[in-house]
């Protein structure tokens, strides 16, 4: 803890010498709405904190996005309303709440993630509907523009007005920002999205992986289809997928290898895993005195995230009977009907400070649906966890977490009461959990420069440049065939046969002068013998 | 400059800030004699100011190397003299000069960079000799090990003593530091060392690289066979040159990408190229003098670096003669028989103080052999080159200065007096090779924390954290066959072609049933049409 209030400081020092780096920049921001734009938020106000002009252009109606202080916020109109939106994304997480058999639980989530994708996306045709926006962005001198790839309407905004870009991510479909930025993604030991397996796989989830890949190509195609087609009108050009990403000058991937598995990555990828952690503060009186009164137990803190604050009924009264079974006190941020059968150790609450609560020393454990801006929370803080993943990346998530022996996953469609109170009385009290989130937690910590700080950094090195040109590898000029050197292969195995095939009939060759010769110097012996 | 001084400033407060980081640690240096001491050392220098207790062992007879008040050294005794040292460096450098014709020139200085190896790596065999020594290091409890891994000799005393070990470099032959770390080294746009291509080849040039790439395979292996039978012997085990290199925490590598070329890495490698552009020092009076009085054409700082100080007379002469015809002042770092043909405007002198020559803004070009400290000063201090090279790493290093347009470079067993003072007006007189390299200098400098702080911050993690398995990729756990999932796609392709024999035996089994009823129902019906 001190060696982090050490760096901070000492990144603000850092930060606050260079005057000259925050001068006149002008940002651009095109965010992505839900808990994509939680981090984001934070790069745009210690951007805005350094001086700089971020501006950032949202859709009228939104989830997480609105008018603020502290940055200059500008909408524009969209043709969806807010129960549309919510809606969309409500049967989007009921259907992995179904339990429908394979291959309709995959097809039905696969159809509804488009759904919500493509309201998602209509904002972006609200963007250059608005000629009050177009006309604004147009004489506005912006040095660059910071957008999540995942909605690609930053993207295209950016090749629209020729920006430099910077994408913020954590995941992405397809692992499109290996394939845009010419990063080797092995199959072997690279685990594909949604698989579920580790970094050390079994021959069948190897199969199973490279199998994924392949499905891969085509996954992503279909789910951006409109969006490309829509980004093709805008441009005036046929645009790819890949054309749009990959001439992004930095990524800012919220990566850390102490969650992340190892593997092959590229010099223009930055990794700003745990940007979310910021330093805590301290609890209100009302959370002070609940933690307080929690005694030598300690609580447990439960979240199921941002998008997800209700579940059904009969889930909750499972969820909380098993709650009820441990000392500790649970704070669960909760919003739907109250369970009749709510024991006294349980408190629901609207809302909860989740980063300064887990950062507390009472706090035993964390519940969380195993999104990355918990998981990286839990890992700053060194907070073992149960996982309760439901969509996107979460399952993934939490198999990392279990590799790391720093927690337990269950399965929400079929968990028990006991499984639930099993993992939690497992992750409190088995030492290991603990002991192995600690070291992932020091490990994580200890780091030359906070990632918000490296984020500012590259954001910033972008408009002083204009871009990172000298980030780009050679690889994006050579199309599949030379870039796997098939060609060159080709030329060398010709080489080599017709090398063969010329030997060859040159050892004939002799071969036959040899034999005529001695065929025709052995027959006058034979007759003279006889 | 300011950026700089501010950035300098912040990271030494920083450092400052971290006592505990500091507390206790005890480091184990295995050096590597000559120009890849000068970088290191640095390093070594810092973690000492840091506190911790840094041992350099070193063998007594040594060019660069030597007994300092900066941090403690231990020298054990070896079995060569340093004539013979100079001796067997001579005659590689007098390989490279001789121009003797294509293979006999590859194989020569082959053999001889054999030779120079095997007696550098002799010292290795004196250390495991000197009981005293293995005393020492058995009875010391180090936390970690920093070595070159050009001369094996650390990594195996690493594995020796079981310490977790970084490794430090610049250049390594046959790629080895890709293929110990697992990472992707595509041979269709990623040069391979002595081919002197850049990140941009034609067909013919791939073909080259690919040929290159092959021939790497065989090349290490003869390289550094003795140093390997020796480190089998001394470890009690087969170990082969990849066991020895792949178990390395971190790989501190001196790149830059304005430097070098943009490919794929790992994550467990950092940069830290332009770690030995330390903040520029008043000159001495006699050097001040000398810049002063160059007037407004100001100076040209020649050197051949640390390791070569004199060449053959006639090509002397033929660099007097050049040097001679510019207005600038040449200050020529030169220990050989001074040339009949000196002219005023050439001050020959035993030593320069190089990176602050680079920095005075009098300063208009650079004469250099193209070794990799030399090149980051220029680049750090923004001054044009005219290189060179030698051996080594210097003609690929010459390579990718020229493609950024930085500088140019000379054939230096071809060059004449004409080409050596045409390319030295050009890079002075042609602004736009200032240009690119204040570019390049810009770029360089505009990051987030120095390269020595960051090399600092990976050296005391690794001895904090007793090594970074974090940051190992699960690759190391695959075989060749497994890493490129030949297994999988064979597979695949067998389950492929066993479904094709399946269904067109399926089809062939009803085709067939149907043809046997048809013949069978058609014969009566036939028989009772006749």
Same sequence: chains 1, 2.
């Avoid at 997480?93 to 309709?104: A, R």
């Avoid at 649970?330 to 150790?345: A, C, D, I």
Wanted: overall charge neutral.
């Amino acid at each position: 803890m001190t060696f982090w209030l050490c760096s901070q400081l000492a990144a603000w020092i850092f930060l606050l010498l260079i005057p000259g780096l925050s001068d006149g920049g002008k940002l651009l921001v095109v965010p992505m709405d839900g808990s994509h734009w939680l981090s984001m938020r934070q790069v745009v106000e210690k951007l805005t904190e350094r001086g700089h002009e971020v501006v950032v252009i949202i859709p009228e109606v939104s989830w997480q996005m609105g008018v603020t202080q502290a940055y200059t916020v500008k909408a524009y109109p969209v043709s969806y309303t807010l129960e549309e939106l919510d809606g969309a994304f409500h049967q989007y997480v009921l259907s992995h709440l179904k339990g429908l058999p394979f291959p309709q639980n995959v097809l039905t989530q696969y159809n509804n993630s488009i759904a919500v994708f493509n309201i998602f996306f209509s904002h972006c045709k609200g963007l250059f509907s608005s000629k009050e926006m177009m006309q604004y962005l147009n004489q506005s001198d912006f040095d660059a523009l910071l957008t999540d790839p995942v909605s690609i309407c930053g993207a295209t905004v950016a090749n629209y007005f020729s920006l430099p870009f910077i994408f913020f991510m954590r995941g992405f479909p397809c692992g499109l920002h290996y394939t845009a930025t010419q990063c080797p993604n092995p199959v072997s030991y690279v685990p594909r999205l949604f698989t579920f397996n580790s970094d050390r796989m079994t021959f069948f989830q190897r199969v199973e992986n490279a199998l994924v890949a392949f499905l891969e190509l085509w996954y992503c195609n279909g789910f951006y289809e409109d969006a490309i087609k829509f980004s093709s009108e805008v441009l005036q050009r046929d645009v790819s997928l890949l054309d749009l990403l990959s001439s992004a000058s930095i990524w800012l991937l919220r990566f850390d290898y102490v969650f992340e598995y190892v593997r092959p990555v590229m010099p223009n990828m930055i990794f700003v895993g745990g940007i979310n952690c910021v330093q805590k503060k301290p609890l209100s009186k009302e959370f002070e005195a609940i933690v307080n009164a929690s005694g030598e137990h300690g609580i447990v803190v439960f979240s199921l995230g941002s998008m997800v604050s209700e579940i059904p009924m009969k889930k909750a009264i499972e969820i909380t009977e098993a709650l009820g079974s441990v000392p500790q006190t649970v704070l669960w941020r909760y919003t739907g009907q109250v369970p009749s059968n709510l024991p006294n150790n349980v408190k629901l609450v609207k809302w909860l400070p989740q980063n300064d609560l887990l950062a507390h020393p009472k706090t035993r454990a964390f519940i969380t649906h195993g999104g990355s801006h918990g998981v990286y929370e839990a890992i700053c803080n060194a907070v073992p966890m149960v996982l309760m993943p439901l969509f996107g990346d979460q399952m993934d998530n939490a198999k990392r977490v279990e590799t790391r022996g720093a927690g337990l996953t269950l399965n929400i469609l079929e968990m028990t009461s006991k499984d639930i109170s099993d993992a939690l009385r497992a992750v409190i009290n088995d030492k290991k959990y603990k002991e192995n989130i600690k070291r992932l937690s020091e490990l994580h910590l200890d780091r030359p420069i906070h990632p918000l700080d490296l984020a500012v950094h590259w954001v910033e090195f972008v408009m002083r440049h204009k871009g990172a040109p000298h980030l780009r590898p050679a690889a994006h000029e050579l199309n599949w065939i030379q870039y796997h050197s098939l060609d060159v292969f080709a030329f060398l195995l010709a080489v080599v046969l017709l090398s063969m095939f010329i030997s060859l009939e040159c050892c004939l060759f002799c071969f036959r002068r040899c034999f005529h010769k001695k065929g025709r110097t052995s027959k006058p012996t034979k007759s003279k013998s006889h």
